[in-house]
């Protein structure tokens, strides 16, 4: 399970393991498992929880998880000195291990801060934040309560430097002079009829309220906790949704169309990875919150399924679906902005250079839909071409969504959208109106040399 089986892997999976086509190497292997040994530091007894990770023991079997982190951050600049990292957590494995290992990171820049003498390169800060879908999912108030004491004692107990918590419902999203924003979003989410829709755009919806707890708190990073096993799922629901075109962007290590950029620096690893490691008992075992919720019913639900039983069958199969999509072509915002800052120190802005994309290895994008924030394809740009630049009307908001917003998101019926607009949060609205006469410019230019002048005759 340690390996992910890509032998274009950037995450040095394979650095501290034998080469299994070296016999020498083979046999030592084989004589460290068989004497009930580490594969890696040889001393120390294998785990024996499952058949392929009995080659390691409970601490090389972290540091190398870690090592996929960090290669992760350092080699893409994710985080420099004077950042300030948001981190969503719903309790889960995954985000539980992100948390712990941004909090390693943490804990020793501070150390080598205090350690310096003039203490000239600053610490990153790093803040926490939870989404409460308490107004979405019908579950027992006593339950969620213990659920965010649970999550507030989880960061409490965290040796210093100190993380702030910010536990914010997801109808934040919408202003406090908009009225009952709880109210707002039970309408909204009631207008969509297809359950995959649903929750797509509760999805939407929290990134959307990370962005503004980012935004108003000062974080410059949102870090999420997307492993590899999620990603393979997303592949596969985005492909059947017709989101072709767009998957490149949700795929990559950094996402940086949104204002605040996101990171997911546990692409590299296995959901099952994770979830061993939180209940490692030789690494103390990283206490996770359990929160209930419905399963899936839509796409994104038998997509999960079927990918889960394609694990079975082939521990290799989520490697090999984020590896074949990641051959496509990213965009232009799947980076970090090139540093230019002398806190950060040479090293990683060399790595930066070497890992980050060229202008010819990517495409650009400026048009986006305003619900997903998928960047749009000519054939969606294409639909604006009857309309006015000035125009609000719902075709208007039809015309800025992507394909798959469009036929799962937004009512069907005409006569619905006027309140569907109404009861979406403010910044979707703005970002339609804002991106369609963008939109509209950008097509004009691009098929100017078509058009006729008003002096031309059409023959």
């Known amino acids: ?45 294998p785990i024996s929880s499952f058949a392929d990770d009995s080659r390691f023991c409970s601490d090389c079997f972290r540091a190398n998880l870690f090592g996929k982190f960090r290669f992760v951050v350092t080699s893409n600049a994710m985080i420099s000195p004077s950042d300030n990292v948001l981190l969503a957590f719903s309790g889960g494995p995954s985000s539980r291990v992100a948390l712990e290992f941004v909090h390693e990171m943490h804990s020793k820049a501070q150390k080598n ?33 213990k659920a965010i004491q649970e999550i507030t004692a989880i960061v409490e107990e965290l040796a210093p430097p100190a993380k702030q918590l910010y536990v914010v419902p997801i109808e934040s999203v919408y202003s406090s002079e908009c009225g009952d924003g709880r109210e707002r979003l039970k309408r909204l989410l009631d207008a969509v009829t297809d359950p ?14 990370l962005q503004k707890i980012a935004s108003e708190n000062g974080y410059n990073r949102i870090l999420l906790g997307s492993c590899i096993s999620r990603i393979a799922c997303h592949v596969i629901t985005a492909t059947v949704k017709g989101q072709g075109y767009s998957l490149p962007a949700d795929i990559q290590y950094v996402d940086s169309r949104w204002e605040i950029p996101v990171l997911l620096p546990l692409r590299d690893c296995l959901a099952q990875e994770l979830n061993m490691l939180c209940r490692l008992e030789g690494c103390g075992s990283l206490k996770t919150v359990e929160l209930i919720r419905s399963p899936g019913t839509g796409i994104n639900g038998l997509v999960s399924s079927f990918v889960s039983l394609l694990q079975e069958e082939n521990p290799s199969r989520e490697c090999t679906i984020v590896r074949t999509a990641g051959k496509l072509i990213p965009f232009h915002f799947n980076r970090i902005q090139e540093i ?23 495409f650009s994008s400026e048009s986006f839909c305003f619900i997903c924030n998928a960047p749009l394809s000519k054939s969606d740009l294409l639909s604006l071409r009857n309309l006015d630049q000035c125009q609000t009307s719902p075709d208007t908001f039809g015309a800025a969504c992507c394909s798959s917003c469009r036929f799962q998101i937004l009512p069907q019926d005409p006569s619905l959208l006027d309140q569907f607009s109404a009861d979406l949060p403010q910044q979707l609205v703005a970002r339609a109106k804002l991106d369609n006469l963008e939109n509209y410019r950008m097509l004009r230019e691009q098929i100017q040399d078509c058009l006729l002048s008003e002096g031309e005759d059409e023959t």
């Open 113 to 145: 801060f205090d350690a310096s003498r003039d203490r000239s390169l600053p610490v990153f800060g790093v803040g926490v934040a939870f989404i409460d879908e308490a107004s979405v999912y019908s579950s027992p108030s006593n339950e969620l309560y």
């Open 196 to 209: 995959t829709g649903k929750e797509d755009l509760l999805l939407h919806l929290r990134m959307l309220a």
């Open 340 to 362: 230019d800052d002398s806190n950060v120190p040479l090293a990683t802005r060399r790595r930066q250079k070497r890992y980050n994309l060229k202008p010819n290895e990517c």
């Open 1 to 45: 399970m340690m390996a992910c089986s890509a032998s274009t892997c950037q995450s040095n999976c394979y650095k501290d393991q034998p080469d299994e086509h070296d016999p020498d190497t083979n046999s030592v292997a084989n004589r460290n498992i068989s004497n009930g040994l580490c594969l890696k530091c040889k001393i120390n007894p």
